[in-house]
C-alpha cells in the first residue's frame, strides 16, 4: 500500500484522538471508582485505585505486546480483523519469524540462520550438519563416525579425535594435521611471490600468477595457475600441485574457452581443439569445419538424405531409411518410438508423466514457473514487485544457489544474440537454457558472471549465442540484490552473421554471402538452373545465357541443335543479351534468313512465312 504525507498526518491525528478519547473514558471510570470508594473505607479506596491501574495496564500489554500463545490461538486478541501471524503484532514471535527466509518459521527451523538448513532439504552426508532437521546428522552417509564430529571415518583423518575433521582449525606447528589436508600448517608463513597467499595456502608460492582463486572465470577456490589474467587456468599447470585449468594457452589472453574464433589463422581461440576455417573445396557452401565430406558438394548439412544408399549425405550422422512405422515424419534412425506418432523429435515435451516424448533420453520433471516471456529483440524489466521465480538453479558460472528471474525467449531471427544486464545496477549472473530448467533437463547453452566491459562497475552480465528462429530459450537472470533494485535484460540479434564472425545465408537458399551471388533471393545461388535472358546470374558462375541469333535479326533460334531437350544458348558476360549472335528471346522461326521474323512484312503468296506467324 502506498501511502502520502497527508494520508500519514490524517491517520496520525485520528489516532490521537482516540487514544485521548480513551484516557477520558478510564479516567472517569477511575474518578466513578473513587467515589464509590470514598462511601467506604480509605483501605478499600486503596485497594480499588490498585485494580483500576492493574486492569487498565495488563489490557494494554495485551492488546501492544501480545505473548507467544495469543499469537497462535486463531483468534483476533485486538480486534484489528488479523489473527495469529497475519497480525503485525505478532511478526516477532518466535514461531512466527522466518530469519533465514527459507519458507520455515523460527520454531519449525532447527537452525534459523541457514537457508540450507530446514526439514524440507536433502541430508548431505560428510557435512556435520542436520540439513533436514531429523536430529540426525549425516545419516545415510554410510560411513561410521566414531567421535561424533560429523565426519565419517571415510573422509575423517583421525575418527577417534573430535578435533579433527576436514574444515577444522589446523594448529600451526603442532605435528598433527587438523584439517585432514594431509600436512600440519606452519606458522612459518612466506609469500614469496607476493600474490597475497602464504606459502601453506598456496599450490606455488614463487608464482604470482598462480594461487588460489587466480582463474576466477573457473573457480574461486581451486588453486590454479592463470598468465594472462584471462580468467581461465593453464590446462598444462607445471606441478601436480596445480589445478588444471581449461585455457590451452595461458600466455595470450585472446585465448580461452568462449574466445571469438578468428577464421584460418592457425589458432585455436576458443580452446575447442581445432582453427574455424572458411575453407570449402566442393564449393556447396559450408566449411570443412561443418561440412562431414568436404570433397562433395553434394554432401553437406543441408543436402537431402537420400535413403538406403548407405551414404550420410546431411551430416547427420546416419544415413536415413524409408522405415516410418508410426508416419509422423522421423524414420526408425531419428525416432525413438516409431511405433506411436505421438513420440518423436518434433514433439514437445509433457513433464511428470514417465513419456520421454522428444526422444532425448528423459522425461521432464518439475515445475516451470516463468517470470516474463519475449518475442524477439528487446528489453526486458523486472521490477522488485514482480515474484523472482525460485527455482535455485546452479549455473556453470555462479557459486550461490540464488532466486532468479526466469524468461521465455523466441528470436525471430538467426543470428548471434547479445543478452546483458546493463540497467539492473547490482551484480548479476545470466545463463540461457535449451528448455525450462525447472523440469530438470535443460542443457546450460551459455552463462557468464560479470561483463569484462571497462564501463560495467557493478557487476553487470553479458554474453553473445548463437540461436535460431523460431526456438525457444529460457534465460535465467540471478541477482544479489534482486530485493533492493530491478532486473533488467536486453536482447539483440545481428543475423548477419553468426557469434563466430561467419556470414549467415538470408535467403535460406543453404548458401551464405561467401558463395552465393545475390543472398536476397533464394532462386540464385551456385547449382540454381540457369534461366537464359532473365538478366541474372542464377547460378553465380558470373555468366549469362543468350539465346542464338545466328543471323543477327534480334530473334534468337528456338531449334535444339545439339538435342540436349533445351533451346540452344550461347554465353554472355554482359547479362544483356544484346551482342553479336546474342537475343532475348527465341521467337525466330528461321534463324538462317534476317528478312524473316516476327512482325516483318508478309510478301502475299511466295511460300515463305516471313513474319512467323505459321501463315504466309
Not at 549425516?138 to 583423518?157: R, T
Not at 589463422?265 to 582453427?275: A, E, K, L, S, T
Request: hydrophobic content about 25%; proline content about 4%.
Amino acid at each position: 500500500m502506498r501511502w502520502n504525507i497527508n494520508a500519514l498526518l490524517i491517520f496520525a491525528m485520528a489516532c490521537e484522538t482516540k487514544i485521548n478519547s480513551s484516557v477520558e473514558e478510564e479516567t472517569e471510570d477511575t474518578a466513578e471508582t473513587d467515589t464509590e470508594s470514598d462511601t467506604d473505607t480509605d483501605t478499600d479506596t486503596d485497594a480499588d485505585t490498585d485494580t483500576d491501574t492493574d486492569t487498565d495496564t495488563d489490557t494494554d500489554e495485551a492488546t501492544e505486546n501480545p505473548d507467544d500463545g495469543e499469537c497462535a490461538d486463531e483468534l483476533d486478541n485486538d480486534e484489528d480483523g488479523l489473527t495469529d501471524c497475519d497480525d503485525d503484532d505478532c511478526v516477532e514471535q518466535a514461531h512466527c519469524r522466518d530469519d533465514d527466509e527459507d519458507g520455515y518459521t523460527n520454531d519449525e527451523d532447527c537452525n534459523p540462520y541457514n537457508p540450507y538448513v530446514n526439514p524440507g532439504e536433502e541430508e548431505i552426508p560428510n557435512n556435520g550438519l542436520d540439513d533436514n532437521c531429523d536430529g540426525i546428522v549425516d545419516e545415510g552417509s554410510g560411513a561410521p563416525d566414531l567421535d561424533g564430529d560429523g565426519f565419517g571415518d571415510d573422509v575423517d583423518c583421525n575418527d577417534y579425535d573430535a578435533s579433527v575433521h576436514p574444515g577444522a582449525h589446523d594448529i600451526p606447528d603442532d605435528g598433527i594435521d587438523q584439517d585432514c589436508d594431509g600436512s600440519d600448517a606452519t606458522n612459518v608463513a612466506t609469500d614469496n611471490d607476493w600474490d597475497g597467499w602464504y606459502s601453506y595456502e598456496d599450490c606455488d608460492d614463487n608464482d604470482p600468477f598462480t594461487y588460489p582463486g587466480a582463474a576466477w572465470m573457473e573457480s574461486f577456490n581451486d588453486c590454479m595457475t592463470d598468465s594472462d589474467y584471462d580468467g581461465y587456468g593453464d590446462n598444462n599447470p607445471t606441478n601436480s600441485a596445480i589445478t588444471a585449468g581449461s585455457d590451452c594457452d595461458d600466455t595470450a589472453w585472446d585465448i580461452y574457452p568462449g574466445a571469438t574464433e578468428i577464421a584460418d589463422d592457425g589458432i585455436d581461440q576458443d580452446c575447442d581443439g581445432v582453427d574455424l576455417s572458411t575453407t570449402d573445396s566442393d564449393g556447396d557452401g559450408f566449411s570443412v569445419n561443418d561440412d562431414c565430406d568436404d570433397a562433395d558438394a553434394t554432401i553437406n548439412p543441408n543436402a537431402v538424405d537420400i535413403e538406403d544408399d548407405g551414404i550420410d549425405q546431411d551430416c547427420d550422422g546416419v544415413d536415413s531409411t524409408v522405415v516410418d512405422t508410426d508416419n509422423d515424419g522421423y524414420d526408425a534412425n531419428h525416432d525413438c518410438d516409431d511405433t506411436d506418432a505421438s513420440i518423436n523429435p518434433g514433439i514437445p515435451e509433457t513433464p511428470n508423466d514417465g513419456i520421454d516424448q522428444d526422444c532425448d533420453g528423459v522425461d521432464a520433471t518439475g515445475t516451470c514457473t516463468l517470470d516474463d516471456s519475449i518475442v524477439g529483440s528487446g528489453t526486458g524489466i523486472f521490477s522488485t514487485s514482480t515474484s523472482a521465480t525460485s527455482n535455485q538453479l546452479m549455473s556453470s558460472c555462479n557459486y550461490y544457489d540464488d532466486t532468479e528471474y526466469l524468461v521465455e525467449w523466441v528470436p525471430v531471427s538467426s543470428g548471434c544474440a547479445t543478452l546483458d544486464t546493463f540497467g539492473s545496477g547490482q551484480d548479476t549472473v545470466l545463463s540461457v537454457y535449451d528448455s525450462c530448467p525447472g523440469y530438470g533437463v535443460a542443457t546450460e547453452l551459455g552463462c557468464n558472471d560479470e561483463s569484462l566491459s571497462p564501463s560495467n562497475w557493478y557487476g553487470e552480465s553479458e554474453m553473445t549465442l548463437d540461436v535460431t528462429a523460431g526456438t525457444t530459450y529460457y534465460v535465467a537472470i540471478e541477482g544479489y540484490s534482486f530485493g533492493l533494485y530491478a532486473a533488467e535484460l536486453n536482447i539483440s540479434v545481428d543475423s548477419t552473421q553468426d557469434c563466430s564472425g561467419n556470414a549467415l545465408d538470408q535467403d535460406g537458399d543453404g548458401y551464405d554471402p561467401s558463395v552465393d551471388c545475390d543472398d536476397t533471393n533464394p532462386l540464385v545461388h551456385p547449382g540454381a538452373v540457369e534461366i537464359p535472358a532473365d538478366g541474372i546470374d542464377n547460378d553465380c558462375d558470373v555468366l549469362e545465357y543468350c539465346y542464338i541469333d545466328i543471323d543477327n535479326d534480334g530473334y534468337g533460334s528456338s531449334t535444339d541443335l545439339d538435342g540436349d531437350g533445351s533451346i540452344d544458348t550461347i554465353p554472355s558476360a554482359d547479362m544483356l543479351c544484346d551482342g553479336l549472335l546474342e537475343a532475348d528471346n527465341s521467337d525466330d522461326c528461321n534463324d538462317y534468313d534476317a528478312s524473316i521474323y516476327p512482325g516483318a512484312s508478309e510478301t502475299s503468296a511466295d511460300g515463305i512465312d516471313s513474319d512467323c506467324d505459321g501463315l504466309d
